[in-house]
């Protein structure tokens, strides 16, 4: 029996649920971002792990509408090109070709060739946790060294040094992603996370700063959604969540 790195994950989000849970939540997920498009007009975003800007991608048909503009981010040379090939006819975006660290400078990033490149990551473990079901993953498994860029120091440099959106899916870092953010002062309306590779400390730290600064949490099994209280109306905030409880509920 294959296990799914779903049941395994220790992050606090991580609850059971029942199938329909996921596609509930993207909807609720893509209704949030098309009401925001629609209030705010133009929104200013960053994308950290874009990859080529397809694959699972929540946000790709949001840019390709011309309404998004900001900063994507991708650290591998193949996949940043295929990001720029993505994007190329859409005005407003800017692209970094490095990956969001604790620290300015360099690291070890361990990526994946192929077809599986979307699992490349910081953490070698995390990759492996996908083996049982992808025949001959170690094997594609190359090191790389990459720059690295806190994002508070890489927005700095940019014109999206506010956004009003922040998408993170970096296999297993997005809590660094994020912790390398001083929300305090640059409060994006909405995150969009990846959770289900995040520790229990990871995941516990994350939450308890989030929902200190006044964001309401809803996810499912793998990803997280997190709405500023300025950004809708309390009672829709409200609503959002519980449609997506309701249905992890239903057992």
Not at 23 to 51: C, H, P, S
């Amino acid at each position: 029996m294959v296990v799914s790195v779903a049941t395994t994950s220790e992050s606090v989000f991580g609850t059971s649920e029942p199938w329909n849970t996921k596609i509930i939540f993207a909807r609720v997920r893509d209704y949030v971002l098309e009401e925001f498009m629609r209030k705010r007009g133009t929104v200013r975003f960053v994308q950290v792990g874009a990859n080529d800007g397809c694959r699972a991608d929540p946000i790709n048909r949001f840019i390709l509408e011309g309404r998004w503009q900001g900063l994507l981010v991708e650290p591998l040379p193949r996949a940043h090109a295929a990001l720029r090939q993505t994007y190329a006819d859409i005005d407003g975006l800017a692209f970094a070709e490095v990956a969001v660290a604790e620290s300015d400078g360099t690291a070890t990033f361990f990526e994946v060739d192929g077809e599986f490149d979307v699992l490349s990551s910081f953490s070698k473990d995390t990759i492996l946790r996908r083996a049982g079901t992808r025949p001959g993953l170690a094997e594609r498994i190359v090191e790389r060294t990459v720059v690295t860029r806190r994002l508070d120091s890489l927005l700095a440099e940019t014109d999206c040094a506010m956004p009003d959106v922040l998408v993170v899916d970096t296999e297993g870092h997005d809590d660094v992603v994020i912790g390398s953010l001083d929300l305090e002062s640059r409060t994006p309306s909405i995150l969009l996370f990846e959770h289900v590779h995040l520790s229990r400390d990871g995941s516990t730290t994350l939450r308890n700063r989030l929902e200190k600064l006044d964001y309401t949490l809803i996810w499912d099994r793998h990803d997280c959604l997190a709405i500023h209280a300025s950004a809708f109306p309390d009672h829709e905030i409200r609503f959002f969540r519980e449609v997506v409880d309701a249905a992890r509920a239903k057992t």
